[in-house]
């Protein structure tokens, strides 16, 4: 008999499904600055620590990486003392613990890009995203002290701004798309009866809008039961910072309001032939962005013109785009649509006319000397 059931237990055992380990942990480690910046100068210091996103407070070591290189650290702070040149690069962390099933590593975090420079002046630029409409600050950083005399501020190689006195500071006023750019910076002083002038290395500043313009999906393929039903999707990207207040929803066909605002980005609505479009609208940042209209089915008439992208308003006081609107011909005659021209400035009517007229002007162009060149200096960088 107890042959019997041993043999029946090993016959079983075989079946027994041992469950997999988790081997990685589903939240992502985060690298921050904790002292410094992300570009110094040969020979300072600079502190990044690595942070775990564990809810349980949980014990981990720590592994650091420069670029897919690993590094010789275990600690939380990476310290770097007396950085060099060859120390410049894409730093990044995981977070590692040993369990009673295995080892469990966290996914490791978005690099944090660090550049060690070895000349006399760095631009620094803002650490954090920068919005349209926001307020654009610089600091020329010099090595060492000198009695400054004049500071000019580039991008692309083109005079921005000019100071002078000793101040190493400056300030755009409500940025837009057009002020992204490769920038740099010039210091310039007098000592011992001769000019010095120093140029730091170009620094790309990327400018977001807070709501792009929409792009609307129309999918027919993903309602298997309803063939007579369309999703309209409106995609975008929504960048205001904490807390972003809410962002609705707007449907057209044929410029004719399908249903009323809704936070979600899509709707489902009967198929049929005709021209698409939607709005997206922030109500407490008086941000309003169209998608470009689109074609579903085949729609009768002459023969449509694409339209043309314009420019809109972001903001009140910023430009941005405007939608192309469609127009619709009487009920006896085919709907052509037809884009509308840019103009100047934004005019929203009330919600119960969804119809708003549009205007919207493109900013004309300006082009500034280049600056002028110090004794013994190179020119400035090209555009």
């Not at 950085?83 to 962390?93: D, M």
């Not at 006399?120 to 926001?134: M, N, S």
């Not at 929803?249 to 004719?256: A, I």
Request: net charge positive.
């Amino acid at each position: 008999m107890d042959a019997l059931i041993s043999f029946l237990v090993l016959s079983f055992l075989p079946r027994l499904v041992v469950p997999d380990v988790p081997t990685s942990a589903s939240y992502r480690a985060i690298v921050e600055i904790v002292s410094g910046k992300s570009r110094i100068f040969t020979g300072e210091h600079l502190h990044l620590r690595c942070i775990i996103p564990d809810v349980y407070k949980a014990s981990w070591d720590y592994l650091w990486f420069r670029g897919s290189v690993q590094l010789p650290w275990s600690g939380e702070v990476l310290q770097l003392w007396n950085a060099n040149i060859k120390e410049s690069g894409k730093y990044s962390c995981q977070g590692k613990r040993e369990t009673q099933v295995g080892s469990i590593k966290t996914q490791r975090s978005l690099p944090e890009e660090i550049h060690v420079d070895g000349g006399f002046v760095i631009l620094q630029t803002p650490q954090h995203p920068i919005l349209v409409g926001d307020v654009l600050d610089f600091e020329c950083r010099l090595r060492g002290k000198a009695p400054v005399q004049k500071t000019i501020l580039y991008r692309d190689g083109v005079e921005v701004m000019v100071q002078s006195g000793s101040s190493l500071y400056f300030h755009l006023a409500n940025v837009t798309l057009a002020d992204e750019g490769m920038y740099s910076c010039r210091v310039s002083w007098d000592l011992s009866r001769r000019t010095h002038s120093v140029i730091s290395a170009a620094t790309p500043v990327n400018i977001l809008e807070v709501l792009t313009q929409p792009v609307l999906e129309i999918d027919a393929e993903g309602i298997e039961l309803e063939v007579t039903k369309i999703n309209l999707i409106c995609h975008l990207q929504y960048n205001a910072r904490a807390p972003a207040p809410p962002v609705n929803y707007y449907f057209y066909k044929n410029n004719n309001l399908l249903g009323p605002a809704t936070s979600l980005n899509q709707i489902k609505v009967r198929q049929a032939p005709g021209w698409y479009s939607c709005r997206a609208k922030v109500q407490r940042l008086d941000i309003i962005r169209w998608s470009e209209p689109k074609r579903f089915g085949k729609v009768t008439g002459l023969h449509l013109m694409p339209p043309d992208p314009h420019h809109r308003n972001q903001m009140s006081s910023s430009p941005s785009k405007s939608p192309p609107h469609i127009s619709l011909a009487p009920a006896t005659q085919p709907a052509i649509p037809k884009p509308f021209a840019a103009t100047p400035s934004f005019n929203q009517h009330t919600e119960g006319s969804e119809q708003s007229s549009m205007h919207s002007e493109l900013p004309v162009p300006t082009s500034l000397p280049p600056p002028d060149q110090f004794p013994g200096q190179t020119k400035a960088p090209k555009p």
